[in-house]
């Protein structure tokens, strides 16, 4: 099990661009995957960006693709999502997710696949 405490949230006009980080006390040697997760104003919460700590594997929401990138730092025990050309419907609530065994057969966009989740961040793009 790790914590996961994220930050770097904030508000931005459209078009301008933020970084989110997920500290990971525990190491992110410990995990398999993580993901970040965002959740609108009644909205259900749903995946943006996935990577695999063991094996390298990236994926993203197809509405993220080309403007969101996410990165891992080892030595820093560190998750990152730089997020650029964001739009008013990026607007959420970010949450940074991990797990820590295998996940065969299952899907890195459900909140179900993941065991740690931090508190959140929250993220406004205005227009």
């Known amino acids: 099990q790790v914590q996961l405490v994220e930050s770097g949230g904030g508000s931005v006009q459209a078009g301008g661009s933020l970084r989110l980080s997920c500290a990971a006390s525990g190491g992110i040697a410990r995990t398999y995957y993580m993901a970040w997760f965002r959740q609108g104003p009644g909205k259900e919460r749903e995946g943006v960006a996935f990577i695999s700590t063991r094996f390298g594997n990236i994926d993203y929401a197809d509405s993220v693709k080309g403007r969101f990138t996410v990165s891992l730092d080892n030595a820093k025990n560190t998750l990152a999502l730089q997020m650029n050309s964001l739009k008013p419907e990026d607007t959420a609530m970010y949450y940074c997710?991990?797990?820590?065994?295998?996940?065969?057969?299952?899907?890195?966009?459900?909140?179900?696949?993941?065991?740690?989740w931090g508190q959140g961040t929250q993220v406004t793009v205005s227009s």
């Open positions: 997710a991990a797990r820590s065994s295998l996940f065969l057969g299952r899907r890195w966009d459900l909140p179900s696949t993941y065991n740690d």
